[in-house]
């Protein structure tokens, strides 16, 4: 939280673009109402649109632009709120994942709780002269191989 990464900048394009498809598209926002200012046309290649038609004037995409910022500077602050105050059980999360590799709904509700969280149900431990240091593995279930990297 206290240093800049690009961990997160995949997730920063997408909520970008949700957030101009809110204004855009959508109408979800008190400035501009609910109008439709751009529109995607033409063929569909690699996954990237071919042509945008934007159906506006220049002030009003400095308003589309403020809107973005003001919807993605809200919910930044939200997360960012949010993840402070929940420090404890982000770090809980955390650590029960590198232990266990996995997560289940009862060590959701442990962690929540402020609880320790309990090993998962298709938890095996294995032996201590195991020597790998690792608290165990998830159960193999029959009909099912293991993968290998």
Do not use: C
């Not at 900048?9 to 957030?19: C, G, H, L, Y």
């Not at 033409?42 to 589309?64: A, D, H, I, P, W």
């Not at 509700?109 to 690792?134: E, F, N, V, Y």
Request: charged share 25%.
């Amino acid at each position: 939280m206290n240093q800049m990464t690009t961990g997160a900048s995949n997730d920063f394009e997408r909520a970008t673009q949700i957030a101009r498809d809110m204004v855009t598209r959508y109408g979800m926002t008190n400035e501009l109402g609910p109008m439709v200012y751009a529109e995607n046309e033409g063929e569909v290649f690699l996954g990237r649109s071919v042509t945008k038609t934007t159906n506006m004037s220049e002030s009003t995409m400095k308003k589309v632009d403020d809107e973005v910022r003001s919807i993605i500077d809200a919910q930044y602050s939200l997360a960012r709120k949010l993840i402070e105050e929940n420090a404890d059980k982000m770090h809980a999360m955390a650590h029960a994942l590198m232990e266990w590799e996995t997560i289940d709904s009862d060590q959701l509700d442990d962690i929540m709780a402020g609880r320790p969280p309990r090993p998962p149900k298709d938890w095996t431990p294995r032996t201590p002269s195991s020597g790998d240091g690792s608290g165990g593995t998830p159960a193999v279930h029959p009909n099912t191989s293991p993968t290998t990297a």
